[in-house]
């Protein structure tokens, strides 16, 4: 297991900027899939952002609005929010795979590390 640790979540109102943080100090992030994904009240969870050695992944209601990034060193990924909508309120968790193991879908069944989740609220 890697222990993953989110950071960033909070409130901002519809059109503001959120920045999450995932950290680990066990691994190299560089070397895994690393994932963002939103859980919304009754929903089910939804990958929302993904990066790896192939690239990144959006889904189609945050393309323009989140960037996904991680840092030289592997230790953090992040999750830039801009344009923030009601809608994008949820409870967001990072993820890790390996990714020579991951299967190259930005769905929570192929993710097996998870961090605890932080609540981010989008309201005027």
């Known amino acids: 297991q890697v222990p993953l640790v989110e950071s960033g979540g909070g409130s901002a109102q519809p059109g503001g900027s959120l920045r999450l943080s995932c950290a680990t100090s066990a691994v190299d992030l560089g070397y895994y899939a690393v994932g963002w994904f939103r859980q919304a009240p009754g929903k089910e969870r939804e990958g929302i952002a993904c990066?790896?050695?192939?690239?990144?992944y959006y889904t189609d209601s945050v393309k323009g609005r989140f960037t996904i990034s991680r840092n030289n060193v592997g230790t953090t990924a992040s999750l830039e929010m801009n344009n923030l909508r009601p809608e994008d309120t949820g409870v967001y968790y990072c993820?890790?795979?390996?990714?020579?193991?991951?299967?190259?879908?930005?769905?929570?069944?192929?993710?097996?590390?998870w961090g605890q989740g932080t609540q981010v609220t989008v309201a005027s």
């Open positions: 990066i790896s050695r192939s690239g990144t």
């Open positions: 993820a890790a795979a390996f990714f020579t193991s991951w299967g190259g879908h930005c769905k929570a069944g192929y993710f097996g590390n």
